[in-house]
């Protein structure tokens, strides 16, 4: 259990991450004092930080725990060896990775929707946040890009939900773990599944395994929405002990039909096993992004989201 006093002092090691970026915004947000340091940072992290008077200590040295924050967030880029760390571990100094902090700080006693796999997540966090948004949910969220409809990546909301990408890639150098394991997904929406990070991942089974341990913490009464079209994502989808939904172009239970692009729109018919649900349309190009809408479609029903809302968030 992570304790930490209303306005304590968090500094982030490693802050120029997109990720870590974000989780800065969310901490100054809940009226955490933050600061943090980095090697290199460039935009967009870069101008973020500057727009929220966040001060960042450029490179990684001891003197920048001088003043001793109360709890350091470790980035998962930052290993042994490191002279910021080697500082954090000599001196006793309290620190958590960016996941177990978010869990405890922002994902407690809500319902935590995460949008997982190789590609499409940033696309699929970013379309349900603001469907959820539009219908006046005001969800937490956190999305590992630059969100089209929001001033920042970042909400800590309101609302009873929490919206985040589930990276699988490793939390940090004393948790080699997926970051997503720490995330208690209630709801998972499952995009294709393929090989990426070779160098974490020694093939397409570590890849798989590391998905399957994610499926399997959904409880019994979530919902897992998955990517018909990735036999890698399905043959993970079948170990759920949760309901669950397939979505896909041409096949799944959530089908895309009718698909046309007109004005520079993508229109589409949606399906739920066969019944015809309603359309949607999408300014985003390619048949991927009707993919990914439909996914966060199919996802914000599930969460008692009307239809009509849906379709008007899109427009």
């Not at 930080?49 to 001060?55: A, K, R």
């Not at 960042?56 to 760390?85: H, T």
């Not at 990546?153 to 150098?173: C, K, Q």
């Not at 993508?266 to 390619?286: D, P, Q, S, W, Y």
Request: proline letters at 5%; a negative charge; charged letters at 20%.
């Amino acid at each position: 259990m992570i304790r930490l006093a209303p306005g304590a002092h968090v500094h982030l090691i490693g802050i120029a991450g997109t990720g870590m970026g974000a989780l800065a915004g969310l901490l100054q947000e809940a009226g955490f004092r933050v600061t943090g340091s980095d090697a290199e940072i460039y935009p967009p992290v870069s101008t973020l930080l500057e727009e929220l008077n966040i001060p960042v200590k450029d490179g990684y040295r001891a003197d920048n725990l001088d003043n001793v924050p109360d709890m350091v967030v470790i980035g998962n880029a930052i290993s042994r060896g490191n002279q910021e760390l080697e500082t954090v571990l000599d001196r006793g100094i309290p620190y958590v990775s960016m996941p177990e902090l978010l869990r405890e700080l922002f994902l407690d006693k809500r319902k935590t929707i995460v949008v997982a796999g190789t590609h499409g997540k940033t696309t699929v966090t970013s379309m349900l946040a603001w469907i959820f948004h539009f219908a006046g949910r005001s969800p937490g969220y956190l999305i590992g890009g630059i969100p089209a409809n929001f001033p920042h990546s970042f909400s800590a909301g309101a609302g009873g939900e929490f919206i985040l990408e589930g990276d699988e890639y490793d939390t940090a150098f004393f948790d080699k773990g997926p970051k997503f394991l720490h995330y208690r997904p209630d709801a998972v929406v499952l995009n294709p599944v393929e090989f990426d990070h070779a160098d974490i991942f020694a093939d397409l089974d570590a890849v798989k395994t590391a998905f399957l341990r994610l499926v399997n913490l959904i409880p019994r009464k979530g919902i897992l929405i998955v990517c018909a079209e990735s036999p890698v994502a399905m043959e993970c989808a079948s170990k759920a002990y949760c309901k669950v939904e397939s979505f896909g172009l041409d096949c799944g239970e959530w089908a895309a039909r009718e698909v046309r692009w007109e004005n520079g729109s993508g229109k589409f018919l949606v399906e739920f096993r066969g019944k015809n649900i309603g359309n949607l349309e999408t300014t985003l190009a390619g048949e991927h992004n009707i993919k990914n809408f439909l996914a966060a479609a199919a996802m914000a029903s599930r969460c008692g989201i009307v239809w009509e809302q849906i379709q008007q968030a899109a427009r």
